[in-house]
């Protein structure tokens, strides 16, 4: 009796202890020891892993291990805002786009890269890098120098009899509509008209071709009058999809969906606004593409002839609930070095090609890639980065999401038919009105 | 003696201490949280954050797109309870009589249930894309159209219904197992006193087992209300942000996190709890019945 009472008190005992434990979250004893456990950092973006080769090189030089998760861009862009308003940990280096730069930097969501790298040193060799300021602090480093370049199927257009290179707006949709006339394929532009980011991007690059901004200095729209370009824009790129120049599908297809069901497929001959390095990532690679050969870079067709190419870089940061702000500042360095950019890009073999990458964010990478002639239609995208220019030239205003979002949806309305041009348009302004403070 | 009796009862409070603790955290807390901040103006772009008293449910309301989405969510609701009821009590009846295989077929039925929104929305997108989709493929290959068509993003009505159909397929596994639970503890007695009274088939049904379920029936409907009120992933992957399927969820995801203005977020949060409420205490009243065997 004695002992079964003992044995009683010793389970009650223990039952308070592990609901009490359980409840305070205790699950282990052993506290592990810190010095003799290796580093490990989560690195979060929207692109594929990079090639294990150059993983395991990084990591036998820094000791530091790297889990990257790849996340497409729309769910990235959530996941950063939900931690950062949570106050939570979520990765120790992720996504700065330079759409969010304004906004990130105002809310104060990642460290100043200057606290970690010499930026300063950086930016001789990064023409981008001052996108990436907000308020004199470095939010971000960009590992990439994307912009939104032309690609056509020359093989298509050679088809369809055309051997010249459409240098304007007008000569393009002729180009376009011969092609669709002779029945080369039925419908040779890609849109992507789906709700989401990759429809404002192309709105813009659409607009520039055009000759004109989005937005002005003060954030105001430049696009409400039927005579500005991004009204033309907006109209050319719905007419498109009404006259059948577009697949009527695309009405639900996003940006890299289209490039590669699509453009890799060769169901349609050409994509206005495509990513600059998507011809050596994707066109040229057997096992994505069906085009091998095909597809080239062309000069932007503008409203007389040749248009800039606007520039839409991808950084990245160390967020400020960051576990291992210093080794994720030493990948981050390795990662933006310009050989390492130059590899990415295809300089030194197939094992330490990253796919998806676009171009280097260096100029010494870009020059590492120019002397082995390794960068695909490189002389083309030279051409073209020597004419890019920012989206925003002020810099992305800090409400762009909202914005953006006001973009795509009114777009994709237009395309669909449940709203005219016009309608979209007034729309699209009256957000960028509202946000930028009123008239 | 008085001692012993007080130590005993302490076992039962610490056996429930971690619920406890649990609910107070992780529910009561943010739900205190959400009702209070509701009544402020917190903008992370511009703040401070002060009191606004009902500014924020005045803004939601003035909302054109806060409007569109619940337009939206209205139709979701009535899709997706009337379908995952209606297949749900099909399916339970169906697999309430013994067959070969059935514990196959109920674990097979569960599957899409166990599927993540985001999963189920990507691989639908497999059967409704205009371009390639295995839907434009089967119809055209039978003849039954000559163009592929585009189901998503056009027509509102289509587009929501085509993207309710993808939560139906869902759900509806919750509802079955629960109608189901609940057919099984009907007695036979009650079905053999029916038969001799000449009561087989739809009339047992119509007048024993539908009466009977309706317990399940009501915890059905509730849960299938939650869902289809809270949708998000499937309209996100197969429509975008597009107003033809956006909805009150996704418009609340898009207050707070986009536009980063969580006053009016815990505004429309509050409001999306205490619909759901007031539907969960309507169900309640007109379908759930206490049953005794």
């Known amino acids: 009796m004695h002992y079964a009472m003992k044995k009683g008190n010793v389970t009650k005992t223990a039952a308070i202890v592990l609901s009490i434990a359980s409840a305070i979250g205790v699950t282990t004893l052993a506290a592990p020891a810190k010095a003799a456990t290796p580093v490990t950092i989560s690195v979060v973006l929207a692109a594929p892993p990079l090639p294990p080769e150059m993983l395991a090189e990084f990591t036998k030089q820094t000791g530091i291990t790297v ?8 769910s990235l862009q959530t996941k950063i805002s939900a931690a950062a308003t949570a106050n939570t940990y979520f990765a120790d280096a992720t996504n700065v786009d330079w759409s969010r730069v304004g906004q990130l930097g105002k809310l104060g969501w990642f460290h100043p890269m200057e606290k970690y790298v010499d930026t300063k040193a950086f930016a001789k060799d990064m023409p981008q890098l001052s996108s990436f300021t907000k308020n004199g602090h470095v939010v971000g480093i960009p590992y990439d120098a994307s912009f939104m370049v032309t690609t056509y199927n020359k093989a298509l257009f050679a088809k369809a009899g055309i051997t010249k290179v459409p240098t304007t707006i007008d000569q393009y949709t002729k180009d376009l509509r011969a092609i669709k006339e002779k029945g080369v394929v039925k419908y040779p532009l890609n849109i992507p008209f789906a709700a989401a980011e990759g429809l404002s991007t192309y709105w813009y690059e659409t607009t520039g071709a055009f000759g004109g901004q989005i937005l002005d200095a003060k954030g105001k729209p430049l696009f409400a009058s039927k005579s500005s370009a991004g009204y033309k824009a907006a109209a050319w790129m ?21 490039q590669q069901t699509l453009m890799a497929k060769g169901k349609v001959a050409s994509t206005f606004s495509d990513y600059s390095g998507n011809v050596g990532s994707l066109y040229e690679v057997p096992s994505a593409s069906t085009v091998v050969g095909q597809v080239n870079y062309i000069s932007t067709p503008g409203a007389k002839g040749p248009a800039s190419n606007l520039g839409n870089a991808d950084g990245i940061g160390i967020p400020v609930k960051a576990k291992n702000p210093e080794a994720a500042a030493k990948f981050i360095t390795w990662f933006t070095d310009g050989k390492n950019m130059a590899d990415f890009a295809g300089a030194s073999g197939l094992s330490r090609t990253w796919v998806g990458y676009f171009f280097p964010s260096r100029l010494s990478g870009i020059a590492i890639l120019n002397k082995k002639g390794s960068l695909i239609g490189g002389d083309v995208l030279a051409a073209m980065l020597d004419k890019s220019s920012a989206v925003f030239p002020q810099g992305a205003p800090e409400w762009y999401p909202q914005f953006s979002s006001a973009v795509y949806t009114n777009l994709h309305d237009a395309a669909a038919g449940t709203k005219t041009v016009d309608q979209a348009i007034n729309a699209i302004a009256a957000v960028a009105t509202k946000l930028s403070g009123g008239k | 003696m008085f001692v012993k009796e007080k130590k005993g009862d302490l076992l039962p409070y610490a056996l429930i201490l971690p619920l406890i603790l649990f609910v107070i955290f992780l529910a009561l807390t943010p739900a205190a949280f959400t009702i209070v901040s509701a009544f402020f103006r917190v903008q992370l772009l511009n703040p401070p954050t002060t009191f606004s008293g009902l500014e924020n449910f005045k803004d939601i309301i003035a909302n054109r797109e806060v ?21 749900g009590i099909f399916f339970a009846t169906s697999l309430h009589r013994k067959f070969r295989g059935r514990s196959i077929v109920i674990a097979v039925l569960i599957l899409p249930w166990a599927l993540p929104g985001v999963v189920s929305g990507i691989l639908w997108t497999g059967i409704w894309d205009a371009n390639h989709g295995v839907l434009n493929s089967i119809l055209k290959s039978l003849n039954i159209i000559s163009e592929y068509q585009v189901f998503l993003g056009q027509n509102k009505f289509m587009t929501i219904f085509a993207i ?12 079955t197992i629960l109608v189901l639970a609940v057919l099984q503890n009907i007695p036979d007695e009650i079905y053999e006193a029916a038969r001799i009274d000449g ?6 049904f119509r007048y024993i087992s539908l009466p009977l379920i309706r317990p399940g029936v009501a915890i059905a409907v509730v849960q299938s209300v939650i869902a289809t009120l809270n949708i998000f992933d499937q309209p996100y992957i197969l429509n975008g942000a597009a107003n033809t399927g956006n909805s009150l969820a996704m418009q609340t995801y898009a207050v707070s996190f986009q536009n980063l203005n969580f006053g009016q977020g815990y505004a429309l949060s509050l409001l999306i709890t205490l619909f759901t409420l007031f539907v969960s205490i309507i169900v309640a009243k007109f379908i759930y019945k206490k049953i005794e065997y």
């Open chain 2, 67 to 87: 409007m569109s989405s619940l337009a939206n969510t209205f139709y979701y609701i009535i899709i997706g309870v009337t379908l995952s009821t209606i297949l």
């Open chain 2, 199 to 204: 009561s087989t088939g739809a009339k047992a």
């Open chain 1, 238 to 258: 719905v007419d498109a999809i009404k006259t059948g120049l577009v697949p009527p599908g695309n009405i639900n297809v996003a940006d890299s969906q289209g």
């Open chain 2, 164 to 175: 309710e159909l993808v939560q139906v397929w869902q759900i509806t596994p919750l509802t």
């Open chain 1, 67 to 74: 889990k990257w998760t790849q996340l497409d861009w729309d």
